[in-house]
Structures are given as C-alpha cells and as structure tokens.
C-alpha cells in the first residue's frame, strides 16, 4: 500500500514537472512580451522605461536558464504569481472558482450516472427490443452531438421555446439543470451500451441457468443478482468521466454563463492573462493527476482481488 | 483488401463512405456549387429563415449559412485530416519502437504517456492554445501536440500483443533484421485496426476543432468554419435558431460517418485476414 502510495505521488510530482515545463516553453516561443501585455492590461501607456522597469521587476531579464529554475520553484512551493488583470494570486483565483465547476461537474456524473442506469438496464432487459433499438439510436448521436450545440439546442427548446428553465447563470437549482444536463446527457448514452454489454455478458454465467431452471424470470436475475456484479467497472467509469466532466465543463460553463474555472480560463486567454493560463494547467494537472488516484485507491478499497 | 471480397463491403460501410465522400467533394467543389459568396455581408437581409434563395436562411450579418458550411468543410476537412496525419506520423514509429524493444525507455515512455492521459484532452489543448494564442496553425499544433500520446498507447498494444506470438519468434530465428520483422510481419497485421481506430478519431478531431473555433480558439472570423459559425450563433439562436441548428447538423452528420465506416471496418476486419 505505501509502495502504491509513494509511486503515486513520485507520478504526480513527475506530471506537474512536466506540465510547468511545458508551459513554460511555451510562454517563452508564444508571440507578444509579457511586460508590454500586462502594461496594456493595466491601460498604462507602455513607454520603453515603463516596460524595461517592469521586465526586470518581473525577473524577465534574467537568463533562461535562471527564469526556468525560479519557475519550477515557484510552481512547487505554491507561489504561482499575480493575474495581469485582477493584481490577485492566481492561486486564490482558482480556488474562488473551483465550487462552482465541482458543483456542475458533480450535478453532470449525476446526470450521467441516472442515463446509464436507467437506460443500461433498460435495454439489457428488453434486449433487441424498441427500448434497445432507441438506445443504440441515443448512444450513437451521444457520441457524435457536440456538447455546445446540445447545450444551444437545451436553450432553444426549455427556456426560449417553452420557458421552463433559465438559461444563464449560477445559483438556484433550476440553474443547474441544463447545463447539467448538457454536460452529463451524452456520456450516460454511451455508458449505457457499456452496462448493457457487461450485464449481457454475464447472463451467460452458468449460475444464470440455474436460477432460470428454478424459475426466475430473465428480468429478476438482471436487476437482482446481475447488475451488482456489473457495477464494478462502474466504479473505474465513475473516475475517470468525472475527470471527463471536469475537462467539458469548460464548454459548458462558456455556453450557460457559469462563473466557474473553465469560463476564467476562457476570459484569461481572450485576456492574455498568462499567470492564469499557466496557473490553470499546472492546477488541473494536480487535480486529474489527484482524482486517477483517488479513483485506483477506492478500487483497491472495494475489490481484494488486487491488494494481493 | 482484395477484390473479389468487395460484396463483403455492407451497406453500412458503403453509406458511410458515401457521405464522406459527398462531403469532401461538396467542399472541393463549393466556389461552384455554394449559391453565395460566404463571406457577403448583406445588413438587409440578416437573420432570415430558409427560402428558395437562402436554404439555410441568412446569420447575424446576412451572410448565406449554406454557403458558409460548404466552404466550412475545407477548413474543417482538412485540418482534420491534416491532424490525423501528423498524429500518426509521430505516433506510429514511438509504438512500433517502444512496442517492439521494450526496455526502459518503453517503460519511462508509458509511464510518461499514462500520467498525460489523466489530464483530459480539452484541457491541455485549450491551455496549450491559449498560452501561444488563439489561431487555426495553434490550434492543430495544440492537438496533435495532446494526441499523439493516444495513438502510441493504442498502436503499442498491438504490438507488444503481436510480439507474442509464435511467428514472430520463428521469424527472429530465420535471421529477420528488426527493421524487416516490423515492415514485413508487424505493419501488414496493424493496419486494419489503425484504420479502424483512425477513422473513428477523424470524427473525434473534428469534434474537437468545432469544440475550440466554438470557444473562439481555432479559425478567427470571418473565416467560415463550423465551430466559428456556432461561436457567432451564440448571441443570436434564440431569435433564429437556424444559425445554429444547420452548423451543428453539419458537425454531428460527419462524426456520425466517421463512426459508421470505423464500426463497420472494424466487423470487416476479420473477414480479411
């Protein structure tokens, strides 16, 4: 358990080193000088003093070298440096935001994980039935609909045609409802034909003649005795689709006006804001790198099979 | 593939294909047949419902939306493709090198490989865009930059599960070079499933150029490109909703191609060994 732990955690070290290096290879190639962009952020005119003085105040001056070393000590002791625009840490920015997309990226596995369900067991049970027939109809555009344009077209029909739902913004729970929905909907069709197979699958356990032989109905053994053992790939699905959710929820957020991560990122790009930017990935990293291993240490928890 | 086993080409295959190729050659052949200039501003007649002369009906700036999405296909097509290619070019050798010798750059390699695969795809491309600047070369920079990291891990499976098998070894033994093994044994065995899996990614990347020209990260306006039109539909669906409907039709009908001909290869796939 602790060698899991300890190479688990040498992973994330080798991730976030990775990650901060690569954003800072790419500051240094992009076009536009940081100096001159954060004058221009601030509406200072940006006089050639005015940017020489700030150049060194930011250490740009220094040699390569020099800048990279301060920059991974930076990112490793968690003084990720100022918003061009706010003058705030970008640490504290991010975890401002950071409830509001866990909020949504939660409320879309729920979402996800009610379609799966629902929609999984359906079909398993009426195999090749209209249910199973709708359902590989669903699965395929789940997978081919962009989540922007189902997001428009959730708009369009609950709250332009019909008026049901608000459209933008973050607050009541009517709020969360599309862009939940938009988030959650598309993977749960997909997921769905997953659970179906598997459970299909194991219908072919021997243990399944016998309780047929003994008189239960294909049905009861689906939902009472199949879909239990089904739900262990479940549990890796969960992971890794919230991590799903946390990356599309960038989309979403842009769509319904959700003042989360994503939507920061956005305005930080269109800002050229590079200390968010920056900031962003390394946090991201840390946070997929913490839910992978979060996600292997529940699966040692609920399957024995692989402590050994 | 041979021909006499071409009867085996399904319906669902040849439908695929079809609407593939109907929609590479509407964008080769849309300065002919796309009814406007895409690029036209016409204020009067801004934000109309399809007509006779207007299929589509007209976006925010009355420009032609049909005209639009035809022209759209050869920015998206072809970055897509332009994508694929690259992807493969990097991602091929890395997996038929690290597959086929192991060792510990095959280990440090996957270790590497594994740990970018936790970060979600959109994530890193978006912040990789960001930071060099939104554009359509950024943007296919970005994505193969992220992708290629898939398509090692993928392929590499393949091998290392060729690798084991016993012709292989006897191959070996007949005094094969490496280099031979992988051309003359490994590749021919590889193909059909790098094609499955590539046809299906095509689908993916085009998802994921829309998904950032949406965000305003990939094609800048005027540009006509489906992602960009649903970006420009933003503030204006809710009073015509074809802005976005036809754009977004576009997207879903080529994935669903895509899809289509990569399933259907995938069941040929056996048939043709």
């Known amino acids: ?308 | 593939m041979k021909l006499k086993r071409l009867e085996q080409l399904n319906t669902g295959l040849l439908a695929g294909l079809v609407i593939l190729l109907g929609i590479f050659l509407a964008g080769l052949l849309a300065p002919w047949i796309a009814p406007h200039d895409p690029l036209a501003v016409n204020l009067a007649s801004r934000l109309q419902s399809p007509s006779w002369t207007y299929p589509f009906g007209t976006d925010h700036l009355g420009r032609c939306i049909l005209s639009r999405i035809l022209y759209g296909i050869r920015i998206s097509a072809s970055s897509a493709f332009i994508i694929l290619f690259l992807t493969m070019l990097i991602g091929l050798p890395i997996a038929l090198l690290t597959g086929s010798v192991r060792g510990r750059t095959d280990n440090l390699m996957m270790r590497f490989i594994d740990s970018t695969l936790a970060i979600p795809d959109i994530v890193l491309t978006i912040a990789i865009v960001g930071l060099l600047g939104p554009g359509l070369v950024n943007m296919i920079f970005a994505i193969v930059l992220v992708r290629w990291a898939s398509y090692v891990r993928f392929i590499r499976s393949l091998v290392l599960k060729i690798f084991q098998e016993d012709y292989i070894l006897s191959a070996k033994m007949a005094g094969n070079s490496h280099f031979r093994i992988l051309r003359r044994y490994v590749l021919p065995e590889i193909k059909m499933p790098i094609l499955v899996f590539g046809a299906l990614d095509l689908g993916k990347i085009v998802l994921n150029i829309a998904g950032l020209s949406f965000l305003g990260l990939g094609s800048q306006p005027p540009t006509p490109e489906w992602g960009a039109m649903l970006n420009d539909a933003t503030d204006y669906f809710q009073i015509s909703p074809y802005v976005m409907i036809f754009p977004g039709l576009a997207i879903v009908l080529f994935v669903l191609a895509c899809q289509l001909v990569s399933e259907k290869l995938g069941e040929l796939r056996y048939d043709f060994r």
């Open chain 1, 1 to 308: 358990m602790l060698k899991f732990l300890l190479e688990r955690l040498l992973q994330l070290v080798l991730v976030v080193f990775c990650v901060a290096t690569l954003t800072f290879i790419l500051v240094r190639i992009s076009p536009g000088d940081p100096a001159t962009i954060m004058l221009k952020a601030n509406e200072v005119p940006a006089s050639s003093e005015a940017i020489h003085a700030l150049r060194s105040e930011l250490g740009l001056t220094n040699s390569i070298s020099g800048q990279y070393i301060e920059w991974l000590q930076q990112i490793f002791t968690g003084e990720w440096g100022e918003s061009f625009v706010s003058q705030k840490p970008v640490i504290n920015e991010l975890f401002v935001r950071l409830p509001a997309t866990l909020e949504l990226a939660l409320a879309g596995l729920a979402i996800m994980l009610a379609v799966t369900f629902v929609m999984g067991i359906s079909t398993a049970v009426y195999e090749n039935g209209l249910a199973d027939k709708i359902g590989r109809v669903l699965a395929l555009l789940g997978s081919a609909i962009p989540t922007f344009w189902l997001g428009f077209l959730c708009i369009y029909l609950f709250s332009v045609s019909l008026g049901w739902l608000p459209s933008i913004g973050r607050g009541s729970f009517e709020n969360l409802i599309l862009p939940a929905t938009t988030l959650g909907l598309g993977l749960g069709t997909v997921y769905a034909r997953v659970l179906r197979a598997h459970m299909l699958e194991l219908l072919q356990q021997p243990f399944v003649k016998a309780s047929r032989a003994r008189g239960l109905s294909k049905k009861r053994i689906l939902v009472f005795q199949i879909l239990k053992q089904a739900l262990l790939p479940i549990v890796t699905m969960v992971g890794t689709s919230f991590a799903f959710m946390l990356g599309g929820s960038i989309i979403v957020e842009s769509i319904f006006s959700w003042p989360g991560l994503g939507q920061y990122v956005i305005e930080s790009i269109n800002m050229r804001d590079y200390p968010v930017i920056q900031g962003y990935v390394v946090f991201a990293a840390i946070l997929f790198v913490g839910i992978h291993m979060l996600v292997d240490f529940i699966y040692l928890l609920i399957d024995p099979r692989l402590r050994v």
